[in-house]
């Protein structure tokens, strides 16, 4: 039977190893069955396990808010209609608080989305999904955006600043503040392209900052799943020449500890802490080269921007708009198996390759003869 194992080992790696990277499980943790709460997980049982279910589609709309200013009267929301046979949820163009749910999370907080995600994307009016995910209470959901909506691709902007002053007042975050610090980071649904930067200039009116000779880490994720932190440093004590003054800068490689590089780590970023502990978590760089400034970097999973320190009792920020920025999400390519489908492709091919071992040994037994 050693050969037989074999073929159910090498199916099995094939299987994992050719999984699409960039799928719509982002989707699930946005649609749910009516309870007003986010999950993380695909619903085990359908709506009406006694039936068999019909296809369920969705619409996803991006609402200012001005269309929506009861719920979301700050930076507006996502909007998503279910349609499933005859029914259908109220749309974004004719709704009522009666048939939408304002979507939170498993302890009752309002779920806020990062708009810059959805920004340059052709949202799907008519996306198949799950069949079990047509809402119980047949309500369409809302998310509301934790920050504006950029106009267009071109005004995509991070944002991140380290706060030595006493005035905690400066501390307008719209990610969450780490100690001093206020990391940006932008999720992504597929994966994006941008424009590695030369340098990022402090912003003096935003806290009179400066770089000294700390650093700045511009973090992403690769196609081939490498975790990779590019370090930019401070350039105000010793300016190198052709770089801004009081800037964190890729610096010259030929340029003697005056350059800044980047590490790639494969299971998580070079220098990342468990959230539990504190302590620094054990990873090996695969990779170590000079910032690629001017190259065309394509990441998945997030793009973040972090100012790691700066120099004094001041308020250290930077505003990056990014250059070249362009989302990659091909909704047509990219489908959702239902649980059916995929129980009936773990019985079918195993019952294929046990036809295939058998004509095999058959074949071999004949040749014999």
């Known amino acids: 039977m050693k050969p037989i194992r074999l073929i159910f080992l090498l199916l099995f790696l094939f299987t994992c190893a050719h999984r699409k990277p960039d799928s719509l499980l982002w989707l699930f943790p946005l649609l749910g069955n009516g309870n007003g709460s986010t999950s ?3 619903p085990e049982e359908p709506t009406n396990p006694a039936e068999t279910l019909s296809p369920t589609f969705i619409q996803m709309t991006i609402l200012t808010p001005e269309s929506i200013e009861a719920f979301c009267p700050l930076y507006g929301g996502l909007f998503i209609q279910y349609t499933q046979d005859e029914e259908r949820t109220c749309n974004p163009m004719e709704w009522n608080p009666s048939c939408i ?3 939170t999370d498993e302890n009752g907080s309002q779920v806020l989305l990062d708009p810059r995600s959805y920004t340059g994307i052709d949202l799907p009016t008519n996306l198949e999904v799950d069949s079990s995910l047509f809402p119980k209470d047949k ?9 504006p909506i950029p106009i267009d691709t071109n005004h995509i902007e ?10 905690k007042s400066l501390n307008t975050c719209y990610t969450t503040m780490v100690e001093t610090r206020c990391a940006d980071s932008i999720p992504l649904l597929g994966s994006a392209e941008f424009i590695m930067p030369k340098e990022f200039p402090i912003v003096i009116a935003d806290g009179d900052g400066h770089t000294g000779t700390h650093t700045l880490e511009l973090s992403y994720v690769t196609e081939e799943n490498l975790y990779t932190t590019c370090v930019y440093i401070g ?8 770089f801004t003054s009081n800037a964190y800068i890729s610096g010259n490689p030929e340029t003697n500890g005056r350059s800044g590089y980047c590490v790639q780590c494969e299971a998580n970023y ?3 802490v468990d959230p539990n502990t504190g302590l620094a978590i ?5 990779n170590r080269f000079s910032i690629p400034v001017g190259e065309t970097i394509t990441a998945k999973s997030e793009i973040a921007l ?5 120099q004094g009792h001041f308020k250290h920020t930077v505003r990056w708009t990014i250059e070249g920025f362009r989302q990659i999400v091909t909704f047509e390519e990219i489908s959702i198996l239902t649980a059916n489908s995929i129980f009936l492709l773990w019985f079918l091919i195993p019952s294929l390759v046990m036809i295939c071992y058998f004509c095999h040994k058959k074949w071999k037994h004949w040749i014999r003869k």
């Open 235 to 242: 350039n105000e004590h010793k300016s190198i020449q052709g």
């Open 158 to 167: 991070m944002y991140s600043f380290q706060n030595q002053s006493k005035d």
């Open 101 to 103: 749910n304002i979507r």
């Open 282 to 286: 054990v990873n090996v760089p695969v």
């Open 40 to 42: 993380q997980t695909i």
């Open 270 to 272: 070079c220098n990342s």
């Open 306 to 310: 972090s100012v790691m320190k700066g």
């Open 139 to 147: 309500k369409s959901n809302l998310f509301c955006f934790s920050r």
